[in-house]
């Protein structure tokens, strides 16, 4: 059973800085490819990063390239978002997802059907 666990959200100033975490269970995490996603009220849920644990390969939307930097923990089975100088625009609930690599390709995020999802972590940057 998949399972999947998303913290670290809280309020920060802008400029500050969070690190988000998904813990992972329920499947075999090398295969796999990890990916945060965000909505902020009244907005489309937005890919921000991805990761294919497998080879290390990143992917990160525009608005957060340079600011934002996913890693993975394989020890822990555990993806980290490590988020930098962040701007209001950037609060939103954040969640992780994960999806098979044999199904899933590096790139924008927006089409992609991850198979399954965490609960959110609330992410409120104040300005």
């Known amino acids: 059973d998949v399972q999947l666990q998303a913290s670290g959200g809280g309020l920060v100033q802008a400029g500050g800085s969070l690190r988000l975490s998904c813990a992972t269970s329920g499947f075999d995490f090398d295969a796999y490819a990890v990916g945060w996603f965000r909505q902020a009220p009244g907005k489309e849920r937005e890919g921000v990063a991805c990761?294919?644990?497998?080879?290390?390969?990143?992917y990160y939307a525009r608005s957060v390239e340079g600011r934002f930097a996913i890693s993975s923990d394989n020890a822990k089975n555990t993806v980290h978002l490590q988020m930098n100088d962040l701007k209001p625009e950037d609060s939103a609930i954040y969640y992780c997802?994960?999806?098979?690599?044999?199904?899933?390709?590096?790139?924008?995020?927006?089409?992609?059907?991850?198979?399954?999802w965490g609960q959110g972590t609330l992410v409120t940057v104040s300005s």
């Open positions: 997802a994960v999806d098979n690599v044999e199904d899933w390709t590096l790139g924008p995020m927006g089409n992609q059907m991850y198979e399954a």
């Open positions: 990761i294919n644990i497998r080879d290390g390969d990143t």
